[in-house]
């Protein structure tokens, strides 16, 4: 796993990882994520077998609302709540297997903005641990695994925060899926 830094460097690295179907491990807004193109199966068999999970839901953290749009449908009342609440931890499901946000990180939106489409965005851990806040237990999670993302971007230490909140919007309805930073 290549290591760098959060700099203009680091995130050019991390990009062209990202463009040759790869997995980094990057900052965001909550904690350290697991993440590649949300669209490539590959990335989401390599972040399944890195997790030793078998779930294909994923968060996605896109770059701006615009970028949300040209990839998923949202309603009058999606759009709405997301002027309200982006950037920041505010997931909002858009289809079958994901739910998107756009977080306040700045690392987080620009690699997105950078890769051209929202990435996969998943607690960088073992599944069922918990989600990981600092850069050196990560390195220690993965440094005798055989399947192991290819890049780590290294912020140091994280400020720990509460989770993003998933909401489902219908028509006229507002569902909280899973509770979290945000309260709607």
Known sequence: ???????????????????KNGVIVYPTDTAY?????????AVARKILTIKQRTDRK??????????????????????????QYWPGP???IVSRRFAVRVPKNRIAKLLAQRAGKPLIATSA?????????????IIRQFSNKKNKPDLLIDAG??????????????????TVIRPGAITI
């Open 1 to 19: 796993m290549v290591i760098v830094k959060p700099n203009s460097s680091g995130i050019k690295k991390a990009v062209a990882v990202i463009k």
């Open 90 to 92: 505010l997931s909002l």
């Open 125 to 137: 851990n073992l599944s069922g641990g918990t989600a990981p806040y600092d850069s050196t237990a």
């Open 157 to 174: 230490r994280l400020r720990q925060r509460k989770i993003s909140t998933i909401i489902r919007v219908t028509a006229k309805k507002i």
């Open 33 to 41: 994520a697991l993440g590649g193109f949300f669209d490539s199966s």
């Open 58 to 83: 994923f968060t996605l953290i896109a770059g701006n609302q615009k970028q949300v749009e040209n990839f998923f449908k949202l309603s009058s009342l999606s759009k709405k709540i997301t002027k």
